[in-house]
């Protein structure tokens, strides 16, 4: 039954990431509890026309939420705006401006074969009743009467709302501040009453870890100083040593975009005393500046010296660094890249303070829970179904990989799942396709770094040649294969959604061809979620992780993939470079530049010295052509093209790495002709996965950061 839509509370890599987590903590037996914003709209929910994506408002909640406890005892205060005045006592006060009120929602989650159920807590947001306006309602003025709920309620209707606008940046700002304030007043208020008579606030880093999730929850560390000082009345010293053992970053990306820098003018507005606080901060940290002037040449240097005449920024990153005790990458080059270049300076100033955590899934639901037909296989295989906590046993299957009993029973189970794809994409699209194809398989965020545009554009150098060929030698020389393609490009991000557009017209035209039937589909699955991915990665063959080296974090949909007896295709990136070394180099396709050459590379580009292949150039031309209808892609093709300019010069470097990503194609079709061969390393794949287990992530994060220990329910 689908009568219950997937939860609207996060997007992409990050959100799901959290999720696994909140399953491995529980499943361990860990005491942690999860904070996010119960998002009424999430981000969106995706429809595809003939002119792209679309976006309208998600329903997750119009049935409500049967999994929720709504928590009207519990709720916080949340100021915004305002001024700092100090007291007689010289404690500095944060008094006017607007108060919101923070309602929490608990979200159960369970653990698996335990008694522990740990809590997600989603904060609502409304206003008390005495701000309801009743001399305006009374008067005929009904929107100033509700003005005062509308306003605090609106920050929990969307995830990531459009931010080009101030109102936007200062909604946004509002959403990451309410999260960290009630999430942290609710952290201090369990503490104090656990303490009860015998409170001692140096004992609060021994019994509190707070991680934060990126740079979204950065506020946790002045708000954590402002209710120790100004609440609490500790001295600036005593808090700054507290938050400064409680505090630890992740770091998710080394996209500069998504290192969030704040205007501190919008800042300084709304949330006033904690620029005075961060303003100290950098004082004190003189050789780690947070608040800096905005200098792109200088983005990431904490010793710039910079022009007085740009405006002001907080970065959030540099401030995580200086305020945190640990600072982790989520993937083991991604970790040196955190280390050798985005925060070199602070790593010189600070080694111990940086270490890798390479991400995990959770294996209950990205195997036992969403391929059922290939759980029972692996544990008749193995012998039990110990795999399910202990992933290690995984291993297991390596010495059965050339059973030929084992070979068909993998390849049936495999066989199964595709036709359950099969239907989900005629329900969801309209597209006949073949189970006897081979699935191939990009489904992630819709980002240029990701390059998408790499993988269509070699779908339509394949079709092209097809139609160069006769039927015989078409049949001869590609292997059937279905294109699929899924995930969202963020609303206003106009050419991830233009290279969405591309890929629908591609289909339009190649699933109609009566040349080339069923050797050539191209789907792309609207609105792509997690009970869409279940269906998914149990059916795939081949995975495509084609980022641009050096530029994706970790990446966890590789995780699941290769755990569900998938081959990927990737670049040396993220957790494929640990994905290639456990499942063997020769059950991975391997392609493309590598991270310490892509500088070198866009510098040769910037000089002019870059030759395109021959085929890359057909292929543009070909797009060109209108073959593929009459949209107008000359944003898209002049995006790979020129040597300089905003949104020209391949940034992402398509044109480089397009004849390496074709040749390891026809790898693809060599392997998949060999069906023994292909279903070995599909063994091979789900045998060397067991380190991919958010598991293992948690024990890790449990040592090496949180200092804790699991805690059996009696």
């Known amino acids: 039954?689908?009568?219950?839509?997937?939860?609207?509370?996060?997007?992409?890599?990050?959100?799901?990431?959290?999720?696994?987590?909140?399953?491995?903590?529980?499943?361990?037996?860990?005491?942690?509890?999860?904070?996010?914003?119960?998002?009424?709209?999430?981000?969106?929910?995706?429809?595809?026309?003939?002119?792209?994506?679309?976006?309208?408002?998600?329903?997750?909640?119009?049935?409500?939420?049967?999994?929720?406890?709504?928590?009207?005892?519990?709720?916080?205060?949340?100021?915004?705006?305002?001024?700092?005045?100090?007291?007689?006592?010289?404690?500095?006060?944060?008094?006017?401006?607007?108060?919101?009120?923070?309602?929490?929602?608990?979200?159960?989650?369970?653990?698996?074969?335990?008694?522990?159920?740990?809590?997600?807590?989603?904060?609502?947001?409304?206003?008390?009743?005495?701000?309801?306006?009743?001399?305006?309602?009374?008067?005929?003025?009904?929107?100033?009467?509700?003005?005062?709920?509308?306003?605090?309620?609106?920050?929990?209707h969307v995830l990531y709302p459009g931010d080009e606008s101030s109102e936007g940046k200062i909604l946004r700002l509002k959403q990451q501040y309410t999260l960290c304030s009630a999430s942290l007043q609710d952290i201090i208020s369990r503490f104090e009453s656990r303490a009860g008579d015998s409170l001692n606030w140096e004992d609060f880093p021994s019994k509190v870890a707070v991680q934060m999730n990126d740079t979204h929850p950065t506020l946790c560390i002045p708000e954590l100083m402002r209710i120790l000082m100004d609440i609490k009345g500790l001295s600036w010293n005593e808090a700054w040593s507290i938050t400064e053992r409680t505090v630890a970053y992740t770091n998710h990306t080394v996209l500069p975009e998504a290192l969030e820098k704040w205007s501190l003018d919008i800042m300084q507005k709304l949330l006033p005393r904690h620029v005075e606080i961060i303003e100290t901060i950098d004082e004190e940290s003189e050789e780690a500046p947070d608040a800096e002037k905005e200098d792109p040449e200088y983005e990431l240097d904490p010793f710039a010296k910079y022009d007085p005449q740009l405006p002001r920024v907080v970065r959030m990153a540099n401030l995580c660094v200086v305020g945190g005790h640990s600072v982790n990458g989520v993937a083991e080059i991604h970790s040196e890249i955190v280390k050798q270049d985005v925060f070199n300076s602070f790593?010189?100033?600070?080694?111990?303070?940086?270490?890798?955590?390479?991400?995990?899934?959770?294996?209950?639901?990205?195997?036992?829970?969403?391929?059922?037909?290939?759980?029972?296989?692996?544990?008749?295989?193995?012998?039990?179904?110990?795999?399910?906590?202990?992933?290690?046993?995984?291993?297991?299957?390596?010495?059965?990989?050339?059973?030929?009993?084992?070979?068909?029973?993998?390849?049936?189970?495999?066989?199964?799942?595709?036709?359950?794809?099969?239907?989900?994409?005629?329900?969801?699209t309209g597209y006949v396709v073949s189970p006897d194809a081979m699935f191939d398989v990009q489904v992630k965020r819709i980002h240029e770094y990701k390059r998408q545009l790499l993988n269509i554009l070699g779908i339509v150098y394949r079709y092209k040649k097809m139609k160069e060929m006769s039927a015989k030698d078409r049949i001869k020389s590609f292997v059937p294969r279905v294109c699929i393609f899924g995930g969202k490009a963020f609303a206003t991000y106009v050419q991830a959604k233009r290279i969405v557009k591309f890929i629908t017209d591609v289909a339009a035209t190649v699933n109609y061809d009566p040349d080339i039937g069923d050797l050539l589909k191209v789907v792309f699955v609207p609105d792509y979620n997690v009970s869409v991915a279940e269906k998914l990665i149990p059916a795939s063959e081949l995975s495509q992780h084609i980022s641009t080296a050096g530029m994706e974090a970790s990446g966890t949909s590789n995780m699941k993939f290769a755990m569900n007896g998938c081959i990927l295709i990737g670049t040396l990136d993220g957790a494929n470079v640990e994905i290639r070394e456990e499942v063997g180099e020769e059950n991975f396709f391997l392609f493309g530049a590598h991270a310490p050459e892509i500088a070198g590379l866009r510098q040769e580009r910037a000089e002019?010295?870059?030759?395109?292949?021959?085929?890359?150039?057909?292929?543009?031309?070909?797009?060109?052509?209108?073959?593929?209808?009459?949209?107008?892609?000359?944003?898209?093709?002049?995006?790979?093209?020129?040597?300089?300019?905003?949104?020209?010069?391949?940034?992402?470097?398509?044109?480089?790495?397009?004849?390496?990503?074709?040749?390891?194609?026809?790898?693809?079709?060599?392997?998949?002709?060999?069906?023994?061969?292909?279903?070995?390393?599909?063994?091979?794949?789900?045998?060397?996965?067991?380190?991919?287990s958010s598991d293992r992530t948690i024990h890790e994060y449990a040592k090496d950061i949180w200092d804790i220990s699991p805690v059996i329910m009696p």
């Not at 119009?62 to 406890?69: L, Q, V």
């Not at 001399?135 to 929107?143: K, M, S």
């Not at 299957?397 to 070979?407: C, R, T, W």
């Open 347 to 428: 790593y010189e100033m600070w080694p111990t303070k940086f270490q890798n955590k390479t991400n995990g899934v959770t294996p209950r639901r990205w195997i036992r829970f969403c391929n059922p037909e290939l759980s029972a296989i692996i544990s008749k295989w193995i012998g039990s179904d110990d795999w399910i906590l202990n992933t290690d046993k995984l291993a297991g299957l390596k010495k059965f990989a050339d059973d030929e009993d084992l070979q068909s029973e993998w390849r049936t189970a495999k066989r199964n799942n595709k036709m359950k794809v099969v239907s989900l994409i005629r329900d969801k």
């Open 608 to 692: 002019g010295k870059f030759v395109p292949d021959p085929r890359f150039e057909e292929v543009k031309e070909y797009v060109r052509s209108g073959v593929f209808g009459t949209s107008n892609y000359d944003e898209l093709m002049g995006s790979l093209e020129g040597n300089e300019g905003y949104g020209r010069a391949d940034y992402f470097l398509v044109g480089k790495d397009f004849p390496s990503y074709i040749e390891c194609q026809e790898k693809v079709d060599e392997a998949y002709r060999d069906q023994k061969l292909w279903t070995r390393m599909s063994i091979l794949n789900t045998a060397g996965s067991p380190k991919f």
């Open 1 to 156: 039954l689908s009568e219950e839509p997937d939860p609207a509370l996060g997007n992409g890599g990050l959100g799901r990431l959290a999720s696994c987590f909140l399953d491995s903590m529980a499943t361990l037996n860990y005491p942690a509890w999860g904070y996010g914003l119960r998002y009424r709209y999430g981000l969106f929910k995706q429809i595809i026309t003939k002119d792209g994506q679309e976006e309208v408002a998600e329903n997750w909640l119009e049935m409500g939420n049967p999994w929720e406890i709504v928590r009207n005892d519990v709720s916080y205060p949340v100021k915004f705006y305002g001024k700092v005045v100090e007291g007689t006592d010289g404690r500095k006060h944060w008094i006017g401006g607007e108060n919101i009120k923070a309602v929490a929602h608990d979200v159960p989650i369970p653990g698996y074969k335990t008694k522990t159920t740990n809590n997600l807590r989603l904060w609502s947001t409304t206003v008390p009743s005495q701000n309801f306006d009743l001399g305006a309602f009374n008067a005929g003025d009904h929107a100033k009467a509700n003005e005062a709920h509308l306003n605090a309620e609106k920050i929990c």
